[in-house]
């Protein structure tokens, strides 16, 4: 897929867009609606004037965003709603003839965006959240014969969808594999305080199969969306990442070396006194919950890493797996059992296949309680103290 250093060069291709104002892509048919969200505004004006620009999504339906035939690449994606619950919303992704979504992820965590009612601004290279609400993906999604991309809602009252996908029908090549992203979530986690981001399937028939035909399974992890509320206090992210790549067994191919270290941070992402939020085109920690407190077991986090530099490649199975753990008095870790951990993985395979459906029960997220107490000096001065006793111990 062209990146920037490449856009000037002339290829084969014709872009479209489909969005309420053009539901099907088709050339020369934007903007031709005579009814729509927008009619009563334009009802001076006439055909052409912003009578289509959204799509009412009534509580408890799915709605078609787009479908259309290929081959061709969708290029960027954008839309806008009700930001209140972003996690009641799910966006799923069909590629080709699959009867099942290849990705299914509630809408606000597939824009890093997880905790209801809280946008996590960022301008990453393949995320983009605007202050307003504007969430916009550039995840290239190669397609070959269809693409249909979908938004159902589990709420009980309807929104408004305004959006628009734009794509450019071309050839491609044998090598493009498909977009895949699913979600996971654990609340409370339990104990192992272990949570399993992605596994593909190792033992399934079609993994099988690719052991003795060579492909089929074949594929790149490309990056990880993280939310998480520790449920105890003080420092949460000694967990490591492990990806366990074809086969391996007890002990995986990658390990990191700790959860802060793997979204490109460090030292607890503790300056001063602070969480630090920070982001960036390939990593970040966009969104601290409240932003004034520090070590509180209520306090929500949202991180993102891409692979875009750094794909992590397997031609078979990938497991990928995150500790929670924190510290404890002695210098002794302390496994989060508590924690509440949503993911997405994101990854590109071979061929499309199905990623398991949110749990409806998944997707409800209770309001965040902030208790009212002491100034947030004062309680950052004891989480301060508290930390100092149970952090890590070669920090000291």
């Not at 420092?235 to 007890?250: A, I, M, N, S």
């Not at 970040?284 to 509180?296: C, K, N």
């Not at 947030?376 to 952090?391: K, N, Y």
């Amino acid at each position: 897929m062209a990146g920037v250093a490449e856009i000037w060069e002339i290829t084969p291709g014709r872009s479209r867009s489909v969005s309420p104002e053009n539901f099907t892509g088709a050339k020369g048919a934007g903007g031709m609606a005579t009814e729509g969200t927008g009619a009563p505004a334009s009802r001076e004006l006439g055909r052409g004037w912003k009578v289509s620009p959204s799509i009412e999504l009534a509580a408890g339906t799915t709605a078609t965003l787009a479908e259309v035939a290929g081959p061709g690449v969708i290029q960027h994606i954008w839309l806008t709603t009700d930001r209140r619950n972003l996690r009641g919303l799910v966006l799923r992704m069909y590629w080709d003839d699959s009867p099942e979504p290849s990705v299914a992820v509630p809408l606000g965590d597939f824009f890093c965006s997880g905790w209801p009612g809280e946008l996590a601004l960022l301008g990453s290279e393949m995320i983009v959240v605007a202050p307003a609400g504007g969430l916009n993906s550039y995840w290239p999604m190669p397609f070959r014969s269809r693409a249909r991309i979908t938004l159902e809602s589990t709420l009980d009252y309807g929104v408004m969808v305004y959006y628009q996908v734009s794509y450019v029908l071309r050839d491609v090549p044998d090598s493009a594999g498909y977009l895949h992203a699913s979600w996971r979530r654990a609340n409370p986690l339990g104990d192992p305080a272990v949570h399993t981001l992605l596994d593909t399937g190792a033992g399934q028939a079609d993994v099988a199969a690719a052991a003795t035909t060579g492909s089929g399974v074949a594929g790149r992890y490309v990056g990880t969306y993280m939310a998480i509320e520790p449920g105890d206090a003080g420092w949460w992210g000694e967990g490591e990442l492990k990806f366990y790549l074809d086969g391996d067994g007890e002990f995986p191919t990658i390990c990191g070396t700790g959860t802060e270290d793997y979204f490109g941070g460090a030292w607890n992402f503790d300056l001063a006194g602070r969480y630090v939020p920070y982001a960036t085109a390939r990593l970040g920690l966009p969104q601290v919950l409240p932003p004034d407190r520090i070590y509180q077991p209520y306090q929500r986090f949202g991180m993102y890493r891409w692979h875009t530099a750094d794909p992590i490649c397997f031609d078979r199975d990938l497991r990928v797996t995150v500790q929670a753990l924190g510290w404890q008095s002695g210098g002794r870790y302390l496994p989060l059992t508590r924690a509440d951990i949503a993911t997405t993985a994101y990854w590109y395979q071979a061929r499309p296949r199905a990623v398991a459906a949110p749990a409806a029960s998944q997707l409800v997220t209770a309001p965040q309680v902030v208790p009212v107490g002491p100034s947030t000096v004062a309680t950052g001065l004891r989480a301060r103290i508290q930390s100092l006793l149970t952090r890590k111990p070669w920090r000291r």
